[in-house]
């Protein structure tokens, strides 16, 4: 191993505290195998050191301490610590490197890296997973012979599944999947979200006509309760989002109570996919280095037990730098900002872990890359089969049933670029993950990028922050929701 001429810390690359240890923080994804780690504990006499390495100094003006450290040498064998000469510079609009088979790019996620043939980290991470097989992914997937056999045997309740529903693309697809074409016996569970599109209310509205197999209920809460939680989430978590938490604290009891044997939404595989294939630490040990590692499988109801006690109490991040920390902390957020709501579901789930026989809905996925084909086809039978509509303000085929959704897009654009948060910006890679696997085309893609909210403050967010009482003062006084926004002082480099 040479060392660096001019040591330098490679860009994105930052030292942080974790639980009183100071460690080295990656905002950005490392090609497989390095994918994962991200946080790199530093020894404490090295710290100050290396968080001073800029490139400014000869490796020969470095102390023998630093230089002659074991700690020193990993970092430069991980490419950590490398010649100011290899420092990678921050990309720009003009300027930045595109997956040669997605659209990710490392102007929009910033620390993105690539493999010599242009391939992004997050495709080698399908790649990767891909050739895993069905170790890979979600655990919870159903199909329609298992859907429909359940049915016939299903004598216990007056339904055979409940569907969250939003009146987007996902949820009427699969309203129009299990009621339609399974002929299934399906309860329609909706929170009624103020900031859900009008287009999306009536969709679902339209949809429970057309199909009279299907019953719906709606939940709504108290508005102050909603933008009260809003300004907390904004300022615990620098979203202020609360979807689609809430529709699993209020439907999970129903579901439970009515005895329904599933429990569905219109959640997509590549929704999922940086959970699944990329935030390996949330896989069996030993799964995501491929080794050949025997776990007891898990049942049905243990998953989705697992999840739902997630939701109702999700532990602290072992690191608040962790890929898993923020999902964690919303969630955690969530429950102090609508803790009243959370009771019922505190005592379902400890009566369940109480009584292994006691009936647990289980909560079961669609395989949407295999069921879709494509987003324009699955958004042509939708449109012909349930009269669905796309909402008037929505250009694309992603997330089309809230209005806040640039501005979620955008509050996580801005944390990610100012390193406030690992946490990397949802919709590009989602959309990202459509074009790999297939749902859509490149140049779709394209057009579906140039609609998310990374390129300059979005329309819905003054009229959001009015609603919530949030003005220019009240931002600077909200703690983190500050660096949440662009607020006049754009992205860290």
């Not at 009936?359 to 395989?367: A, C, H, Q, S, T």
Request: glycine fraction near 6%; hydrophobic fraction near 40%.
């Amino acid at each position: 191993m040479t060392l660096p001429a001019r040591p330098a810390l490679q860009y994105r690359w930052q030292l942080r505290e974790d639980n009183g240890k100071p460690v080295l923080v990656y905002y950005g994804l490392r090609n497989p195998p390095r994918h994962t780690r991200s946080v790199l504990e530093v020894a404490p006499e090295l710290a100050e050191e290396i968080a001073a390495l800029d490139g400014g100094r000869a490796l020969s003006a470095l102390p023998e301490s630093l230089t002659g450290h074991p700690g020193f040498a990993s970092l430069v064998e991980e490419g950590v610590i490398v010649d100011a000469a290899s420092v990678r510079q921050p990309a720009t609009p003009e300027r930045r490197q595109q997956c040669v088979r997605c659209i990710n790019d490392d102007h929009l996620i910033p620390g993105l890296e690539f493999d010599a043939n242009g391939l992004c980290a997050f495709c080698q991470c399908y790649e990767q997973a891909e050739r895993a097989g069905g170790s890979a992914g979600p655990q919870n997937f159903i199909t329609e012979e298992e859907l429909l056999a359940a049915a016939r045997t299903n004598t216990r309740s007056r339904f055979d599944v409940m569907v969250l529903c939003t009146g987007g693309k996902d949820s009427t697809y699969l309203l129009w999947f299990l009621a339609k074409k399974l002929g299934l016996r399906v309860l329609a569970a909706a929170w009624n979200m103020p900031y859900t599109n009008d287009a999306c209310r009536e969709n679902l509205r339209r949809a429970v006509g057309l199909l009279p197999s299907v019953e719906l209920i709606e939940r709504t809460l108290p508005w102050d309760m909603i933008r009260q939680a809003m300004r907390e989430q904004f300022a615990a978590v620098g979203v202020p989002c609360l979807c689609p938490t809430v529709a699993h604290v209020l439907f999970f009891p129903v579901a439970v109570e009515e005895r329904i044997p599933f429990i569905m939404q219109g959640v997509e595989e590549v929704q999922l996919a940086v959970f699944s294939y990329v935030m390996s630490e949330l896989k069996a040990p030993g799964q995501a280095a491929g080794k050949a590692v025997k776990v007891p499988a898990r049942s049905q109801r243990e998953m989705t037990l697992d999840f739902f006690g997630m939701v109702a109490d999700a532990p602290e991040p072992r690191s608040p730098y962790a890929m898993t920390a923020e999902f964690l902390q919303y969630q955690r957020s969530v429950r102090r900002c609508l803790a009243p709501l959370y009771h019922r579901l505190d005592r379902i789930l400890e009566a369940a872990r109480r009584d292994p026989d006691l009936i647990v809905p289980e909560l079961r996925r669609l395989k949407t890359n295999e069921a879709y084909s494509t987003w324009r086809e699955v958004g042509e039978l939708i449109r012909k089969e349930m009269a669905w509509e796309m909402p008037p303000e929505h250009k694309g085929m992603l997330h089309t049933s809230c209005r806040l959704e640039p501005v979620k897009d955008h509050c996580q654009f801005m944390r990610f670029g100012n390193m406030r948060s690992t946490f990397f910006p949802q919709s590009i890679v989602e959309v990202s993950a459509g074009i790999y696997f297939g749902l859509i085309s490149r140049e779709e893609g394209l057009a579906e990028l140039e609609h998310l909210g990374y390129h300059g403050e979005p329309a819905p967010l003054a009229p959001l922050l009015d609603d919530l009482g949030l003005q220019e003062r009240s931002l600077e006084e909200h703690g983190e929701m500050r660096f949440s926004l662009c607020n006049g002082k754009g992205r860290a480099r």
